[in-house]
């Protein structure tokens, strides 16, 4: 297993940005693809990015191109969403995932029974 904690949230007005970390411990990231998602009140978990173990394949959902940018930094063991041009519908409680398989890829956006380990989660809240 591995252990996942998400920092970075915050409140801030619409058209700020934020960087959001996932630092893990217990398991090195270096083969594992990770992920953010998010979940808004009332509605369900959603996904948000994700990047593959080698870092040369990132996937975003439609709400988050061109705004948003997954990263990582395998020697921290830590994985990064920055998040630009904020939007009051992007406050959620956002979520780091790790996806448990070794070198995994995906031929479309991967979805939530693809990752096994999650974070408790950050507060992202946007004001207009």
């Known amino acids: 297993q591995v252990q996942l904690v998400e920092s970075g949230g915050g409140l801030v007005q619409a058209g700020d940005s934020l960087r959001l970390s996932c630092a893990a411990s217990?398991?090195?990231?270096?083969?594992?693809?990770m992920g953010w998602f998010r979940q808004a009140p009332g509605k369900e978990r959603e996904f948000v990015a994700a990047i593959i173990w080698s870092a040369s394949r990132t996937f975003y959902a439609d709400s988050a191109k061109g705004r948003f940018t997954i990263s990582r930094d395998n020697a921290k063991n830590t994985v990064y969403l920055q998040m630009n041009s904020l939007k009051p519908a992007d406050t959620a409680v956002y979520y780091c995932?790790?996806?448990?398989?070794?070198?995994?890829?995906?031929?479309?956006?991967?979805?939530?029974?693809?990752?096994?380990?999650w974070g408790q989660g950050t507060q992202v809240t946007v004001s207009s």
């Open positions: 995932a790790a996806d448990l398989r070794p070198f995994s890829d995906y031929s479309g956006t991967p979805g939530l029974a693809d990752f096994g380990s």
């Open positions: 217990g398991r090195t990231l270096r083969r594992l693809a």
